[in-house]
């Protein structure tokens, strides 16, 4: 028994080695980029704004130049299985950059991996989620909305849109995240600063007993709560992307105040929560896309009390991300430059970007866009 | 009073020490909060029927001897089809509605005879099958669900333009037709009669169903086998009858649960429903062997009513002590309703 | 003195060798052969794919094995190796927060995680008692509580009153344990005590020899156990409780050994999966630790009440491979990125009801 048990991993080893050659043959150079990039998203169900904009950029250079790979839903707890998609990135000789957005845990780790392997490798992460002062230490350059600064903006537009009280719903695992956490902090001392009430409640947590249902379904139910004790100008923040839409939709309802998203996007949580229609000719048009959710702000009178920002920022990095790979891998600039960075990320999105460095790094920027109200 | 007195009996010391918890968490919420408990009470109810029929679900194949269902995902999968199906029709109202559940029913029963086929070969391993298969449901629908040839634009990824958006909104649709149908307003909140009259009576359809010749003779499947085969019953048979209408209660309970809730949840949505559903019915004093519609009704009500209710009253009591405790409720909240329902769990039952 | 009651533990070689066994062995036959048409359709640099299949080895080997002692003792699927896996991680935490570095950090490690255990898996032991015939669902509920604890103790208490003072770990407020926690001092240690590296097609492949070492040893160690009057006794309690408390075991006493056992080796078997990840993700590391363990268990041709070490080589290798080139294929074949990943899962999961099905077929064959 043993003897055919020892016999079936033999078969599985010649089987393997058997049928490994085939990848070197498909390398002929004609493209534009004489390199790949790799690039791994999360798939449409974590949040459409990266799969696309990995699609667009596959679109624009290329599918053999652009390699795509996603990870699980549940990255959190198949890390093993996202460290192995991008070994299998770092595994094609030709890809000399790879992109991971978002950056979720075990990112650290296959880094960590395929620099023991490729030394020269090229990392460029989209909003990573693991400890900033330890991911730039690995990553050549990371990129993240600037969750420190949005503490004060978020408030500061709350406050213009005519909020008297600020409600911020949150739960332990993502307040053990440090650039939540302080944010979470720097928001209640500038809500107090211009005299607002701020709340800070706890929501349950979508990976934990109730699963994300239950913790929409706790939204649903607890926003008509907080009005009735608050009032309808109490602006509404989520940090966690699946309530969004629950949030977003109780807000309209009862008519309070959404000043942004933990994501910032106009395509994030509101089409879904407003059952906006998208016809053929408008999808992806960002422009459109902000069209149909003004009308149904408008129909539910809430001109002025609901707000984003103008373009989704996870398709924005993707494509500054892809530039200043190209731009570093073929002409040896260095990307870590804010100078380098801001020019790459305005030609993506065509607005007015902030950037600032992270505590002392040189290569962990903080990004700022401006807002649309509707 | 001999009622009450009764139900208490009935109850049993586990839902006693429940149904004790959750009387202190609302005479909590009254002396120390600002909550209305009208509202309190009619979230709980809200939270009940919108679960009703999903933990219902799982009765038919714990009596036909199946064990708790947890490949209910895969009904859950089915019910998605039926409304995904009609909505981009373009059919809204209640015929939206019950068009949903028919043709989840009707999809439900044959995905059910399937897995009734398969759970006849790994008899004993029931349980743990049906949680892979329900995984492998929600995995294979989340292909379906991106390649889906849907042409309603409210239902479309708004970038890609193609396949099915993770949420979808019902408001135009049939969002809580049930529940306000003849909703009985109760201080801040409502009494959602359409809801639960409608649970009730699915509860009271399989009463009686369970009390026709086939319903016995399917408990007696799963009571006994041997026995029930030796006086002429066709175990399998039952079996897969047992199967076949739990999946389709499931399929009927996601369309419920959704017009509820407001939206329908796609992808991973549905992925772990099975688990406290299961534990609603456990709570409720069911076993692997047996389950009755009391369990059902008693299990779903205490089961959600603590969920519903223990995080906005520690939420409350724990804010009038600043923000330093800001993390406090959600961890209260985790270690105090499961460590409650751990105890119950391990108390010895006394008949 | 009563009797040990005799197993049938050996399976009947039957007339015709071969064709039994390929019945006994279907499921990894099967399994196997979806590996290789994985492999054949991802297209991955053979050098590369052999260094991750054998990282993965050594990473999971260890957890899976720990798995083993519960199922011969008739409780399924172990819950209690989560709290294991707890366990593993708190001691971790007391090294890096000490900032010791080196192999003697993980072996302190390894060995504060045993009394951890040792008492938890006591009281795990003790509440499965309680619960016969409700272990699944009160293994789930354990799950979520324990958790409530592990929050409580390292979000809001380490710092103030847990005296946990190393500001690498801790939150900048000096209250709660950062989210991630790179394992600087403890990492690879073990992996890279002896590491051999083999130049093979260009590439140098790796072999952690120090860490299949220890789980040889482990090999060693169930084998010599399951054989002790002790293991027996487990045997017996698995096969059947009222038998085996008629035959004069103490079928709560064995239950309990056995959930220990199982959570003692799941929180060393954590600790060198952490230490070969690198990097912990505090809050949720140990709820990645059960089901992938259980299912390679089973691919590798473990049923709910037969596991062997052989099971657990197998599996892990066959499981692991998949995972490593289903992706990939998934992509090649259907020819986008997401799709490939919902069917890796699909295939992952379909596989292991197909398998347990398989292992009915089988029995009726037998």
Not at chain 1, 16 to 45: H, N, Q, R, W, Y
Not at chain 1, 241 to 252: S, T, W
Request: aromatic share 8%; proline share 4%; net charge neutral.
């Amino acid at each position: 028994m043993k003897l055919l048990r020892m016999g079936l991993v033999m078969a599985c080893l010649v089987g393997m080695v058997s049928c490994s050659g085939g990848s070197e043959e498909d390398l002929a150079v004609d493209g534009k980029l004489p390199f790949k990039i790799g690039i791994m998203t999360g798939t449409v169900s974590q949040g459409e704004d990266e799969y696309r904009g990995a699609e667009r950029v596959i679109a624009k250079y290329g599918a053999d130049r652009i390699k795509h790979v996603t990870y699980p839903d549940n990255f959190m707890v198949e890390q093993e299985t996202m460290i192995a998609q991008i070994l299998n990135l770092a595994a094609d000789s030709k890809v000399e950059a790879i992109i991971i957005a978002q950056g979720v845990p075990g990112s650290m780790a296959a880094m960590k991996k395929v620099k023991e392997l490729r030394p020269d490798m090229l990392f460029i992460l989209d909003n990573p989620h693991e400890d900033p002062h330890q991911v730039a230490g690995y990553a050549d350059l990371s990129l993240i909305p600037d969750d420190l600064r949005r503490g004060e903006t978020i408030v500061e537009l709350a406050k213009n849109m005519g909020a008297t009280s600020f409600v911020h719903y949150s739960f332990p695992r993502h307040m053990s995240q440090e650039l939540l956490a302080r944010r979470k902090d720097i928001m209640e001392d500038h809500a107090a600063k211009l005299g607002m009430d701020f709340v800070y409640v706890n929501a349950p947590d979508p990976t934990g007993d109730q699963g994300l249902p239950g913790a929409q379904k706790f939204i649903l139910e607890d926003v008509p709560r907080q009005i009735s004790q608050y009032g309808k100008d109490t602006a509404f923040f989520s940090t966690n992307c699946g309530m969004q839409e629950p949030l977003i939709r109780a807000v309209m309802d009862k008519g309070a105040i959404f000043p942004e998203q933990c994501c910032p996007s106009p395509t994030h949580g509101y089409p879904g929560a407003l059952g906006i229609a998208i016809n053929e000719e408008q999808a992806g048009d960002m422009a459109q896309i902000c069209e149909a959710i003004q009308g149904k702000v408008d129909e539910y009178n809430q001109q002025g009390r609901m707000a984003t920002w103008p373009v989704s920022i996870g398709i924005v990095t993707i494509e500054t991300a892809v530039d200043l790979a190209i731009k570093k891998v073929r002409d040896d600039i260095d990307i870590t430059q804010p100078a380098v960075i801001r020019e790459s990320m305005q030609e993506a999105s065509g607005v007015d970007v902030t950037l600032v460095p992270f505590e002392g790094k040189d290569n962990y920027y903080l990004v700022l866009l401006d807002s649309i109200v509707f | 009073m001999t009622w009450a007195v009764d139900l208490i009996k009935g109850l049993g010391i586990t839902r006693g020490i429940i149904l004790l918890f959750l009387v202190g968490l609302w005479i909590l919420a009254t002396l120390a909060t600002s909550l209305p408990l009208t509202g309190l009470f009619a979230d709980c109810l809200i939270r009940t029927g919108m679960n009703g029929v999903l933990v219902l679900a799982l009765v038919p194949a714990v009596r036909a001897g199946v064990g708790l269902n947890f490949g209910i995902p895969l009904g859950i999968v089915c019910g998605l089809f039926g409304m995904v199906t009609l909505m981009d029709m373009n059919i809204r109202g209640y015929s939206s509605l019950f068009g949903a559940m028919v043709l989840g029913g009707g999809i439900g029963a044959l995905a059910g005879f399937l897995y009734a086929r398969l759970l006849e070969r790994v008899k004993g391993q029931e349980m743990m099958v049906g949680i892979y298969v329900g995984f492998a449901a929600v995995a294979g629908a989340s292909i379906y669900w991106l390649v889906a040839p849907v042409k309603n634009p409210e239902l479309v990824w708004p970038l890609g333009g193609a396949g099915l958006r993770n949420t979808l909104v019902l408001a135009d649709y049939y969002s809580q037709y049930l529940d306000k149908l003849g909703a009985i307003p109760f201080g801040t909140g409502y009494i959602p009669t359409g809801l639960l009259a409608f649970w009730l009576g699915m509860c009271g359809l399989l009463a009686l169903f369970l009390k026709t010749k086939m319903g016995t003779a399917l408990t007696a499947a799963g009571a006994n086998e041997r026995f029930a085969e030796a006086s002429g019953i066709n175990v399998t048979r039952m079996r897969t009858i047992g199967v076949i209408l739990s999946t389709v209660l499931g399929a009927i309970g996601i369309v419920i649960y959704s017009q509820s809730y407001g939206f329908v949840q796609l992808y991973k949505g549905p992925l772990l429903m099975a688990f406290p559903t299961v534990a609603a019915l456990l709570i409720g004093g069911a076993t692997v062997r047996n389950a009755t519609i009391t369990h059902v009704i008693i299990g779903t009500f205490l089961f959600q009513s603590v969920l519903t209710t223990s995080l906005p009253v520690v939420n409350e009591i724990v804010a009038k002590g600043g923000s330093e405790f800001g993390n406090i409720p959600e961890i209260a909240r985790l270690i105090i309703s499961n460590g409650i329902i751990l105890y119950a769990l391990t108390r010895k039952e006394s008949a | 003195m009563a009797a040990e009651p005799v197993l049938p533990l050996v399976e009947e070689p039957g007339t015709n060798r071969v064709k039994s066994a390929m019945v006994q062995n279907i499921v990894p036959i099967l399994f196997g052969l979806l590996c290789l048409t994985g492999v054949l359709a991802a297209q991955i640099p053979f050098p590369f794919l052999i260094n991750e299949v054998v990282t993965r080895l050594a990473r999971n080997l260890f957890l899976v094995l720990s798995l083993i002692i519960p199922v011969v003792a008739g409780m399924g699927l172990n819950f209690g190796i989560v709290i294991g896996a707890m366990c593993g991680q708190i001691s971790l935490i007391i090294v890096e927060n000490a900032e010791w570095a080196g192999i003697d950090a993980l072996l302190i490690a390894a060995l504060i995680s045993l009394p951890l255990s040792l008492l938890f898996g006591f009281l795990t032991g003790l509440l499965m008692n309680q619960a016969k015939g409700r272990e699944m669902i009160t293994g789930m509920i354990l799950a979520f509580f324990a958790n409530g604890i592990y929050q409580l103790l390292f979000l809001l208490m380490a710092g103030p009153l847990i005296p946990l003072r190393n500001e690498k770990i801790l939150l900048p407020t000096g209250v709660g344990l950062r989210n991630t926690i790179d394992l600087v001092g403890t990492k690879h240690q073990l992996d890279e005590l002896v590491r051999v590296g083999v130049p093979f097609m260009g590439l140098k492949l790796f072999f952690p020899i120090i860490t299949f070492v220890v789980i040889a040893l482990l090999c060693f160690g169930l084998r010599w156990y399951l054989n002790t009057r002790s293991g027996h006794g487990l045997r017996a309690v698995g096969q059947d409780m009222h038998v085996a408390e008629i035959a004069g075991i103490h079928v709560n006493r064995s239950r309990i050994r056995a959930i220990i056992l199982s959570t003692m080796l799941g929180g060393i078997g954590h600790v060198i999966w952490l230490h070969s990840i690198g990097t912990m993700n505090t809050y949720q590391s140990h709820e990645q630790v059960g089901p992938y363990a259980i299912a390679a268990l089973l691919v590798g041709g473990a049923t709910v009440a037969r596991a062997t070490i052989w099971h657990a080589i197998l599996g892990t290798f066959l499981f692991h491979t998949l995972f490593i080139v289903s992706p990939l294929a998934g992509q090649t074949l259907l020819g986008s990125a997401q799709i490939g990943e919902y069917f890796r899962e699909f295939v992952s999961y379909a596989v292991i009801g197909v398998t347990l099905a398989l292992h009915a077929w089988k029995t009726a064959r037998a």
